[in-house]
Nanobody
Framework: VQLQASGGGLVQPGGSLRLSCAAS????????MSWFRQAPGKERELIAS????????YHAEPAKGRFTISRDNAKNTVYLQMNSLKPEDTAVYSC???????????????WGQGTQVTVSS
């Protein structure tokens, strides 16, 4: 499956962005999906993941209460709604997929190219 992330940009603190990850090549509903981010000088971290049907969701601590992962399998797209953005959310955000069921999967087989999110005034 090929993944294409989009929706990043420059936003002021307190603002919102919605990231999209469009899949092609395979049916998205076959895959557990996630969003990761990597800030300059830091390790990549899992932000959120969602089960194949969307019934199980995981949000990492930095995302809780502010970010929401969702998916529309009919559109072959996964989203990350980000609200109340902070400067520390600045990072490259990437989507990933695996043919598995663990929300905290130790392995992700397919990656999108990443989209830059910059939170600054």
């Amino acid at each position: 499956v090929q993944l294409q992330a989009s929706g990043g940009g420059l936003v002021q603190p307190g603002g919102s962005l919605r990231l999209s990850c469009a899949a092609s090549g395979r049916t998205l509903s076959n895959y557990l999906m996630s969003w990761f981010r990597q800030a300059p000088g830091k390790e990549r971290e899992l932000i959120a993941s969602i089960s194949r049907g969307g019934g199980r969701i995981y949000h990492a601590e930095p995302a809780k209460g502010r970010f929401t992962i969702s998916r529309d399998n009919a559109k072959n797209t996964v989203y990350l709604q980000m609200n109340s953005l902070k400067p520390e959310d600045t990072a490259v955000y990437s989507c990933a997929a695996v043919n598995g069921s663990l929300l905290l999967s130790p392995r992700w087989d397919y990656w999108g190219q990443g989209t830059q999110v910059t939170v600054s005034s």
